[in-house]
């Protein structure tokens, strides 16, 4: 249940988002570009990305939320939880490998992420682009985690996690909400 009194009791992001648009209705469409906009990350990479975020601040609601949004985009289910698991031996494509230990790096001990952690993205045969936009999803997941545990939001069922992913993966994160106003 929320921490205000004014949100349903299945309150998430969205109600705030719908709430105050100037502000949101640009974090929205910054949302959209950066999962669904063009990338050398799928989509469903960059929802693992923050499913992974989500997962290792343990923050439930969102790592519910973006595990079956990444699995709506075709990401294996269960991987996530194998890559929170262990991430030294779950199924991970090699090329994606330096990219999960970088986005664990930048959330679990920022302050230690050097050149060597960057090179072995580059390594492995990503660019600075995939790079930029994997530093920007875990950014984006991060501010959402915080917006998600301030508000108090409860977790969802994994059932009504499938259905608002689904919906996502149809209608981008701008047309989510059905009384958004583009900026």
Request: hydrophobic share 40%; with cysteine; aromatic share 10%.
């Amino acid at each position: 249940m929320p921490f205000f009194k004014s949100l349903p009791d299945d309150a998430g992001p969205g109600n705030v988002f719908s709430t105050y648009p100037e502000i949101f209705g640009h974090w929205a469409e910054m949302g959209e570009a950066l999962i669904n906009g063009p990338s050398t990350l799928t989509p469903g990479e960059r929802e693992m990305i923050q499913a992974y975020v989500a997962g290792l601040m343990e923050v439930r609601y969102a790592h519910v939320a973006h595990v079956a949004a990444a699995e709506a985009q075709g990401i294996e289910p269960g991987l996530v939880g194998k890559l929170l698991e262990d991430p030294d031996t779950a199924p991970l494509d090699g090329k994606l490998r330096p990219l999960f230990a970088f986005v664990r790096k930048h959330v679990l001990t920022p302050n230690d992420l050097t050149q060597d952690d960057a090179d072995a993205v580059f390594a492995a045969g990503w660019d600075e682009k995939a790079l930029h936009d994997t530093i920007v999803v875990t950014a984006r997941m991060t501010f959402m985690a915080r917006i998600v545990t301030g508000y108090g939001f409860t977790p969802m069922s994994p059932e009504k996690a499938r259905e608002n992913a689904e919906k996502r993966a149809r209608l981008g994160y701008v047309n989510l909400y059905p009384t958004f106003v583009k900026c």
